[in-house]
Every structure is written in C-alpha cells, then in structure tokens.
C-alpha cells in the first residue's frame, strides 16, 4: 500500500513539473529561459537588397537589421515573407508583432500602424530600357508605368498620371513590375533608389537604365508596429543605440558599400 501510495506521487509531480515545462508559443514569448523573447516579424522579401530570399531563409538589409535592433532590444526576431498587402493584414489583425519591409512612413499610414523612428533614406527612381527617350517623370505622360500596388512609386506614377490612370499598372511586387518592363508590357518603372539601382547594377545583360527625376522627394522607412504597440519605445531606443554603436554602419556599408547619412537619418527624428 506504501509502495502504491508513493508512485502515485511521484507520477503526479513528474506530471506537475511536466506542466511547468510547457509553453503556450506565439507572439513575443519567452525561450525556456526566460531571457529571450521571440517577435513574429513579416516582411515582403521581393525588394532585393532590402529583402529578398535565398535559400528559403528572408535576406537583406531589412533582415540584417531588424535582427541587430531587436538583439539590442533583448528580443529574437521569425521573419516570414507573407507578401505585401498581407503583411498589413498580419499587423491589422495584430497576428505579428511588427513588420519591415522598406515601408515608408506617410502620414496616411501612420493613422493605422505605430513607426518607429526613421531608419532609411529612400527616393523613387525611373527605370526604363537603355535606347528610352525619358529623361525624367515629365516624358511619363503618355507612357505605361507599372509598380507594385500601394507604394509610394504608385503615388508618383499617379502624381504624373492621374490617380486612375489606366497606363498605370499596378503589380504585386516590384519584381513583377520590371518583368512587365522587360516584356514590353510597359515603358518604364517607378520605384525606390536601392532596388532599381541594385537590379541595373546586377543585371546588365538587361541593358536597362536608371533616370533620376529631381522633383521626386526623399523618403524615410520605418519599421511597422501594430497601433499602440508597446515595442514602439523599445525599438526606437534600440535603434538609435545601434546608429550610436555604430553597427547600423557597418550592416549599411555591407549592403550598399557607402557610408549612411547619419545626421540626416537623426536629424528625421
């Protein structure tokens, strides 16, 4: 009976402690240890250097960036691709914690996500075959622009075009729009600086060119929280830690080659 009695016991704290040892999982849990706390970040990896994937694992400046952020942080980062119009979906329906993807902070946006404070300087940029007559958004006029849906390159096409213009067309992602362009299904591409450039740069049996138009503004990228995130703060802090640190530089450096602005970026805040 004694015997009876103690393996009873010891099967319910071996059950106990087996409780003890489960976690629940999902968004912004801590490791068995309880020190490290992994984000579920989403991102459109088809914005090569930002982010693009290699060998079923999300790559880039963004991916290298938002892991040195959130290490500051005290935070591990998952960095799934889900595509662009889902990664706000995930962020509406606060499914991820945050998401970086070469989003550029508008004021229109700011009125359903939290940003953090800026960490890139971007200009839209044309792109068209080599033997084009552009030489700048004027002579896009009577042209077909393609660009991927709801960017800031769209709302240049359609600052020239018309906002329902039907030579503008509207693609998933950017890689999308230059292969509309490749196909001659359209005369040029409007998109930010370090995406065409990169893609004249790597690829020049393309034999296409890069026209910089003047009248197109700077723009800033953010990393996008739900709104009322409180990440917000912790992010923005870990941030400027790592532009102090000077890692934000050297990850800078190793994707584009140059040094950043850094009083610029600062100066954004």
Known sequence: MKKTLKLGLMIMMAFVLLLAGCGTGGSGDSDGDGDVKKLKVVTNAAFNPMEY????????????LIKAVAKEAGYEVDIKHTGWEAMFTELDKKLSDLAIAAITITDERKESYDFSVPYYEAVNKILVKEDSDVKSGADLKDKIVAVQVETTGQYAAESILGEKS???????????????LLNNGADAVIADNAVVDAYVKNNPEKKLKVITDESFESEYYGIAFPKGSDLKAEFDEALNAIIDSGKYTEIYKNWFGVEPDIENLKAQQ
């Open 166 to 180: 039907p030579n503008i067309k509207q693609l998933e992602d950017i890689n999308l729009a230059i292969q509309e």
């Open 53 to 64: 994937m290699e060998k079923g694992k999300v790559v880039g400046f963004d991916a290298d």
